[in-house]
């Protein structure tokens, strides 16, 4: 871990809505560790190892402990090619999305871009985002679908 992370006491992870051609999802879980690791690389081998490897490092009480508020930026939302920009594979969402659970904003995310990549008839991500299981099987939020409340917040105008 980057030693900054001793040192700091809370943390608002602000990823942005996107795909990684390596991890599936450039998610909450994926963008406070693996940004902040050294050799991340090993790290970034989608299944078998890469799975759980994610999930493991974010349950570190240098991470997870201090992690308050997720804040992810949908608002332009990129479902392949990431987590480079490629305008090509983005999507004009327009869409915040807030949680303190990790796990569940980024099953609700892995499921909109697995939407949006077979509209676009591009392969799934799923099997490489498998750290989003593995990260609820170890206690580090929910990812069932039936257990995942969304709520719409609608703009207000000012006047």
Request: hydrophobic share 40%; proline share 5%.
């Amino acid at each position: 871990m980057s030693a900054i992370s001793s040192e700091i006491t809370k943390i608002i992870n602000v990823p942005v809505m996107s795909n990684t051609e390596m991890n599936g999802i450039a998610g909450c879980l994926y963008n406070v560790t693996i940004p902040n690791i050294d050799n991340w690389r090993r790290f970034s081998q989608g299944r078998g190892f890469g799975a759980a490897s994610i999930a493991e490092i974010y349950s570190n009480p240098l991470v997870s402990k201090k992690v308050v508020l997720n804040l992810m930026d949908g608002l332009i939302a990129q479902y392949a090619g990431g987590p480079q920009s490629q305008p090509f594979f983005s999507e004009h969402h327009a869409t915040l999305y807030a949680s303190k659970d990790p796990v569940a904003l980024d099953a609700v995310v892995l499921k909109k871009l697995e939407e949006w990549r077979r509209r676009g008839s591009l392969p799934a991500i799923g099997h490489m985002a498998e750290y989003v299981e593995a990260a609820a099987q170890i206690g580090l939020g929910n990812a069932a679908p039936e257990r995942i409340q969304v709520k719409h917040v609608g703009r207000t105008t000012a006047e």
